[in-house]
């Protein structure tokens, strides 16, 4: 609510409320179709013009217009209207490829070859002095094609289970299959394939001298595909539980020992 008010003395005779040449009052007469302007009077020397529930519309020039009995005069007031700040237009939530380059936009956050570690909850935020800032919200989510993390080979003795597990990591979330001998795997007698988010897991009961070997996890999403061995195998062979790993080890402890021999250390 505003009060523009229009202070006159005992020998006006008439007045009047205009705004952009539109009258709003003459005298007590309302002439505006607008409900939320009303004229309020304390005696005859205060004028006012009340607006309720003022909009940014309202802004502009009011001006009173008096009547004596010398001459009309006219006294102007501008109403400024201060509006909160208001964000009426925020970019939908946003799936992205990896790598991506940013759309352009009128206000935007530019984020060159976005990466997997800036996907979450932005915030955009506008203020001034009028009132609280106003605050909107944009989910970004980075799509990238599978990574695996993590594999864990396993040591089992005939007779027993054996448990193969595979760790990826990917958005969207990679879907998986098992392989033995280039032949995808599947939940038969004997074999149970569990798959937990971005981890699974291959189940080998009564394990069986032709179980041991090597195995593959595949993961995949649309942007791509990885896999990875692993090795089921009975105790006492010596390998490492992660495999590939214990090769690279005994490759680097060999090529230590030439080294020391060659170079007399």
């Known amino acids: 609510m505003k009060d523009v008010t229009c202070y006159v003395d005992d020998k006006v005779s008439k007045v009047a409320w205009l705004n952009r040449s539109n009258i709003i009052y003459a005298g007590q007469d309302k002439w505006s ?39 009309p005069k006219t006294s102007q007031v501008y109403l400024i209207v201060q509006v909160p ?5 925020v970019s939908e939530d946003i799936t992205v490829n990896e790598g991506t380059e940013p759309l352009d936009g009128e206000e935007y956050l530019d ?3 976005i990466m997997r ?3 979450g909850r932005y915030e955009c935020k506008a203020s001034n002095d009028v009132a609280t800032p106003d605050v909107k919200y944009v989910n970004v989510v980075v799509s990238y094609p599978p990574t695996i993390k993590k594999t ?10 054996g448990t193969l597990q595979c760790d990826a990591t990917a958005v969207p979330t990679p879907e998986f299959e098992w392989y033995r ?8 007698q004997g074999l149970n394939i569990q798959i937990l988010g971005t981890t699974t897991i291959l189940m080998i009961a009564n394990v069986t001298e032709e179980d ?9 999403n649309r942007l791509g595909v990885q896999n990875a061995s692993l090795f089921l195998y009975r105790p006492g062979t010596g390998r490492d539980i992660n495999g590939s790993a214990s090769v690279s080890k005994s490759l680097w402890l060999l090529l230590a020992c030439f080294a020391c021999l060659f170079f007399k250390c």
Request: proline share 3%; net charge negative; hydrophobic share 25%.
């Open 111 to 113: 984020i060159i070859g």
């Open 181 to 188: 001998d280039e032949k995808r795997l599947s939940n038969a």
């Open 33 to 71: 179709l607008d409900p939320r302007v009303d004229l309020v009077t304390k005696g005859q020397l205060e004028y006012s013009l009340r607006i309720q529930k003022v909009d940014v519309y309202d802004e502009g020039s009011y001006t009173c217009s008096i009547q004596t009995k010398q001459q």
């Open 152 to 161: 864990q080979s396993s040591e089992t003795p005939v007779g027993r289970m």
């Open 212 to 220: 041991y070997g090597n195995y593959t996890c595949v993961a995949s």
């Open 85 to 89: 700040a208001d964000i009426y237009k």
């Open 117 to 119: 570690n800036q996907a």
